[in-house]
């Protein structure tokens, strides 16, 4: 596979992956570069692999990978609740591209991938570096280099290799960004990208309110094969988010649709994640959780101006 990977080589890269894993080469690396037992350092892989295993596959384009950048950088407050804000339990994501600036020394920390498990009241992050774009190519030769020391033959190293690891608690409770685990800069503007994905790509109860639309892409039928040679569910599809480009609907477009609403509206207008508190009848509760992004798109105003500024070229691309 050269260059960027794109939604019908993540199965593949998934695969690669888990199979490296259960290698014995991968418990030498981890048990190396983590100063841990081999036993010890074999749980570490084996709970990797499951996750990598049992995960959801998404693949983010371009457009919306700027988006969730940009939304992630305003969030002024971080709060995760499991059940509410991700998409599943375990998944593993690759963006369309890197958005973390390079060292001044050129080289580039910037995953292009990551994995995460909620596990109670957390959710365990896994980043990965993907090495046949990774800048500048130095970088590559870095990993394998390292690998190679800890005893793991050429051919054998991942496409998609481990960087580090990060914690975000899953209790929905208010916290500044400084109180996370991991106060690596680098780490809160991924943390703070991921968290805006995850809000991007819930699909709201009103699908016109949606911003993003998606597709499920599965590997191509030599990728497949290799797959169920090695074990592997070559079934399973990637989920491939993109921006929408349009938010008008086939029903709303036919004569003799739907009735506009009685007040008149000539806009669109996009509602930032915000705070809010929900009540739970069962509890008798109420409990804070994410609202949007989204759009509010009145009756009638399925083509209408988005309102906003600059988001607006966003929006549109």
């Known amino acids: 596979m050269a260059g960027y990977p ?44 499951a996750v990598i295993e049992a995960a959801g596959m998404y693949f983010v384009n ?38 973390i600036e390079p060292e001044a020394d050129g080289l580039q920390f910037a995953p292009l991938a990551v994995a995460w498990s909620a596990v109670g009241a957390h959710i365990d992050i896994t980043m990965y570096e993907h090495l046949p774009t990774a800048q500048p190519p130095v970088m590559a030769q870095a990993y394998r280099t390292q690998l190679q020391k800890a005893g793991v033959p050429p051919g054998r190293v991942p496409e998609l290799v481990q960087m580090w690891e990060s914690r975000m608690r899953a209790d929905g409770r208010d916290r500044p960004w400084s ?17 805006a994905t995850w809000l991007l790509i819930r699909q709201p109860a009103d ?3 949606a911003l993003h639309q998606v597709q499920e892409v599965v590997a ?10 090695g074990g592997g569910d070559p079934t399973r599809a990637v989920r491939y988010v993109t921006l929408r480009q349009t938010l008008r609907r086939e029903d709303d477009s036919r004569s003799g649709g739907r009735a506009h609403a009685s007040k008149i509206y000539r806009h669109r207008w996009f509602v930032r994640p915000h705070r809010t508190n929900q009540y739970y009848p069962s509890t008798g509760e109420h409990q804070k959780i994410w609202r949007g992004p989204y759009l509010v798109v009145p009756a009638g105003c399925e083509n209408a101006p988005i309102l906003g500024g600059e988001r607006v070229n966003v929006l549109r691309r």
Request: charged share 30%; net charge neutral.
């Open 207 to 209: 699908a016109r309110k």
């Open 179 to 195: 109180s996370t685990e991991d106060t690596d800069p680098d780490s809160h503007r991924v943390l703070r990208t991921l968290l």
């Open 6 to 49: 794109t939604p019908r080589d993540l199965p593949g890269l998934r695969h690669e992956l888990a199979q490296w894993y259960a290698s014995d080469a991968a418990t030498r690396v981890i048990s190396h570069l983590a100063e841990l037992g081999p036993a010890e350092g074999q749980r570490l892989a084996a709970r990797h692999r």
């Open 62 to 99: 371009g457009d919306m990978t700027d988006l969730a950048v940009r939304i992630g950088q305003g969030l002024d407050t971080f709060a995760v609740l499991a059940d509410n804000d991700l998409p599943e339990d375990h998944g593993l994501l690759v963006w369309a591209h890197r958005f």
């Open 220 to 229: 191509p039928k030599t990728a497949q094969k290799h797959i169920a040679r």
